[in-house]
């Protein structure tokens, strides 16, 4: 049985003996893995442990600033590194999901290099991967069996030459959560969906553009909110909306209309492995619906999708 404060003492116990006074740099997504492992760490040994935040550009609406501000506020040494337009000129014109999700661990990976050849003398990268991850990156065996390659797995160039460290790699993603309750972070942030790396250019069909960026990021704060104001984003495991390459014919006024489509998501799930999608109530989803085609130019029909995992899976690329 798993228990959380037995769990943070015999981990920063290791942590202190495994790290003594090297420095340590880390990399914050936003997302409650890499979270709970900065502030585990921090426990550990406080300074050197140094956090690098990468807006790359496809993070949902205000979030860079937002949780920036929220990770300073928990006294860690974060430094915040805007590399947007660095992310989106390398994903010009790029369509395939697998390619996006390559360009986008490459980019990281020298954004963060760059930023960590800037302090000196780091010996360690500490990772928030967690069990999951490490199980479906495991499992993959080949093109064929290659489902979706987790960017935020393994995958480190050698010429970092940093050794790893990973202290929620034998836990569940609500023993994470628990984990992070007994270091006493915010409930709200613990609470946060999953999200993933490759951020909203697996969820925009297709290829990226700064302008669909904005609509899709428009899209996914008008459902987000919504899930939040009618007390349902705690029920949901995992929401989000979905840009597709599509337009289709609408009416507004007199005038006809051929804009875009937005599919939305929400599941149920406990580890991101198999899912349902959520029955979410019909009242919600004509709110949201109306929402998001009066709220947000270009888009002028709303979908929900209604497949689980297997044999869908929950992100459409
Ligand atoms: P799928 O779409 O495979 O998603 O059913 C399962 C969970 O994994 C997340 N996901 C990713 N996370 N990098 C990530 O960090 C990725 O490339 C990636 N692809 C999917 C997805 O959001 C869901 O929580």
């Not at 502030?39 to 550009?57: P, R, S, T």
């Not at 000129?89 to 954004?111: H, Q, Y």
């Not at 390659?149 to 030459?161: R, T």
């Not at 979410?280 to 002028?300: Q, T």
Request: glycine letters at 8%.
């Amino acid at each position: 049985n798993f228990t959380p404060n037995a769990f943070v003492g015999e981990m920063v116990a290791e942590l202190k003996e495994k790290l003594q006074n090297d420095k340590v740099v880390l990399g914050l997504s936003g997302g409650v893995d890499s979270t709970v492992a900065a502030v585990l760490l921090h426990q550990a040994i406080g300074k050197n442990l140094y956090c690098i935040f990468v807006n790359n550009g496809l993070l949902r609406k205000n979030e860079f600033e937002n949780v920036l501000d929220q990770y300073k506020h928990m006294g860690l040494n974060v430094k915040g590194v805007d590399a947007s337009s660095r992310f989106l000129d390398e994903l010009a014109d790029i369509s395939d999901p697998e390619t996006k999700r390559k360009i986008i661990g490459r980019v990281f990976i020298e954004v963060f290099d760059d930023e960590s050849h800037l302090l000196e003398d780091v010996k360690w990268l500490a990772q928030g991967t967690i069990y999951p991850d490490v199980i479906e990156s495991v499992s993959v065996k080949g093109p064929s069996a290659t489902i979706k390659s987790h960017h935020n797995v393994g995958g480190l160039p050698d010429y970092m030459k940093l050794k790893i460290v990973e202290p929620l790699r034998m836990l569940f993603k609500d023993e994470v959560r628990r984990v992070g309750a007994t270091l006493g972070i915010d409930a709200e942030l613990l609470g946060r969906h999953p999200f993933p790396g490759p951020g909203l250019s697996i969820r925009i069909l297709g290829d990226i553009t700064l302008e669909k960026v904005r609509i899709l990021q428009e899209v996914d704060a008008v459902f987000i909110d919504g899930l939040k104001s009618w007390g349902l984003y705690d029920k949901v495991w995992q929401a989000g909306a979905i840009l597709l390459p599509v337009n289709s014919v609408g009416v507004m006024g007199d005038e006809r209309t051929y804009e875009k489509v937005v599919a939305l998501r929400a599941v149920e799930s406990t580890d991101g492995m198999t899912a349902d999608w959520v029955h979410l109530p019909y009242d919600f989803l004509m709110k949201v619906s109306n929402d998001i085609i009066n709220k947000v130019k270009g888009v002028n029909r709303v979908v929900y999708d209604i497949s689980s995992k297997p044999p869908a899976t929950i992100e459409w690329e």
